[in-house]
């Protein structure tokens, strides 16, 4: 199973300015997630993108898909402190058969007040 | 909180000890996980169980031995475990299995911190 990369590995900006973070994969895929988590806890499903998909909005965050780029972007408007954590994004490899999901080595984001 | 609960929330245990940590969902989810977590390193999947059979078994050593006695349960039993073992913990669910096909998120409990000396 393949993994993402996401870039760039930590990102630190001042509240209420935009981050925007990365992710690359190298192989066919059928979705692309986005997941957060705060230190110490469980992971936070974001979004969901699929394949056929080339931008998916919730609340402040955008996410795109450009699958001839094999490259995915998390965009976070208007930053607060309570951004603060990691972001990882998480494959599901094309094909069919048993799998769970592989994550990226994740970019860590911190919200300066 | 979340809706996967996962007890203990901590354990230390010897490298002789029997332990085991367990999972629980009530959202009707017939895919259940387990995954690793090392400090600042992403999660490891190490099984998948679908409609309480385990489907996925990433060469994970046999000291680690999971458990699906119903849909709604998941255990890891710890035996002879390493210092190295040392991490955190995750369960987490989805609807189905086929996070591909089916485009089903995953749910995760908040992990067991466990230290093995």
């Known amino acids: 199973s393949q993994q993402g990369e996401e870039d760039p590995q930590a990102l630190s900006i001042q509240e209420g300015e935009n981050a925007t973070m990365n992710c690359s994969y190298k192989?066919?895929?059928?979705?692309l997630q986005w997941y957060r988590q705060n230190s110490g806890r469980g992971l936070v499903h974001l979004i969901l993108i699929r394949s056929n998909e080339r931008e998916k909005h919730s609340g402040r965050l955008r996410v795109t898909l450009d699958t001839s780029k094999k490259s995915s972007s998390l965009l976070i408007t208007a930053s607060r402190a309570a951004d603060t954590a990691s972001y990882f994004c998480?494959?599901?490899?094309?094909?069919?058969?048993?799998?769970?999901?592989?994550f990226g080595k994740g970019t860590h984001l911190i919200i300066q007040p | 909180d979340t809706e996967v609960t996962q007890t203990p929330k901590h354990l230390v245990m010897g490298m002789t000890n029997k332990k085991s940590l367990k999972c629980e969902q009530h959202?009707?989810?017939?895919?259940m996980y387990w995954y690793k977590q090392k400090a600042k390193k992403p999660p490891e999947l190490m099984f998948v169980?679908?409609?309480?059979?385990?489907?996925i078994n990433e060469s994970v050593p046999s000291r680690f031995s999971p458990e699906c006695p119903n849909s709604s349960l998941l255990n890891l039993h710890l035996h002879a475990l390493q210092p190295e073992d040392s991490a955190l913990y995750l369960c987490?669910?989805?609807?189905?299995?086929?996070?591909?096909?089916?485009?089903?998120?995953?749910?995760f409990g908040n992990g067991t911190r466990l230290t093995v000396t």
């Open positions: 192989t066919s895929i059928n979705n």
């Open positions: 959202m009707g989810h017939r895919a």
């Open positions: 987490a669910s989805s609807l189905r299995q086929g996070v591909n096909r089916n485009n089903s998120p995953l749910h």
């Open positions: 998480a494959l599901a490899n094309s094909g069919g058969g048993a799998d769970g999901l592989t």
């Open positions: 169980y679908s409609y309480e059979k385990l489907s």
